[in-house]
């Protein structure tokens, strides 16, 4: 049996956890604290992590206070089920709004016309930080370049994001320098540089 959970090596391993009948019930997210864990959410949605399995501390400094703050943001819905929604470090703030990089990313998979994509915060002298969309492509397939896509895109952002978290720009990525971790997961710094070079 496979359960989605949320923890860290600083939490000993998981601290939520989705039962299986909860997911078949049509539960999502990470799942309900475990008996030994309290989540605390600042108003920022800042995941606080107070347990007696918390680390002490990284050598050669100790933790203070009982709550740790990890840099995840996220929320609870109705059932208690945390959903964890992406890291407070990957915020992108441009004409000082806050844009969260994985509701623009789920955005523009929802029109179907990416195989994938990944928004960045690049340095802009007048808003600070500009949202940029990267997406995979390859010479027969660039959804991001063709007028029926920018139409189909434009009109369903319209709908799901605000004017200022939709993209400024769309960068074309070549297969072969999309940057995958051994994980799988892209490699947002390397992405970063390689869409300097592509958008040039």
Request: proline share 5%; charged share 25%.
């Amino acid at each position: 049996p496979l359960a989605f959970s949320y923890g860290m090596t600083e939490t000993a391993a998981m601290v939520t956890a989705l039962r299986s009948d909860e997911f078949i019930a049509g539960g999502r997210g990470s799942g309900a604290p475990l008996p030994h864990v309290q989540l605390v959410l600042d108003a920022e949605g800042r995941i606080g992590v107070k347990s007696a399995s918390l680390f002490r501390g990284y050598w050669p400094n100790m933790r203070e206070g009982d709550i740790w703050w990890t840099d995840d943001l996220g929320h609870l819905d109705e059932r208690g089920s945390l959903h964890v929604r992406g890291r407070r470090d990957a915020l992108i703030i441009t004409g000082g709004e806050k844009v969260d990089p994985a509701e623009v990313e789920a955005a523009l998979r929802a029109t179907g016309l990416f195989k994938d994509v990944a928004v960045l915060g690049v340095s802009d002298a007048e808003w600070g930080e500009s949202v940029v969309a990267c997406y995979l492509s390859d010479e027969a397939d660039c959804p991001g370049g063709q007028k029926a896509g920018e139409q189909v895109i434009n009109s369903h952002l319209l709908d799901h994001l605000a004017p200022y978290k939709r993209p400024k720009r769309y960068v074309a990525i070549p297969a072969s320098q999309w940057p995958r971790n051994e994980q799988g997961k892209v490699n947002r710094a390397l992405l970063r540089a390689v869409q300097l070079t592509a958008g040039a």
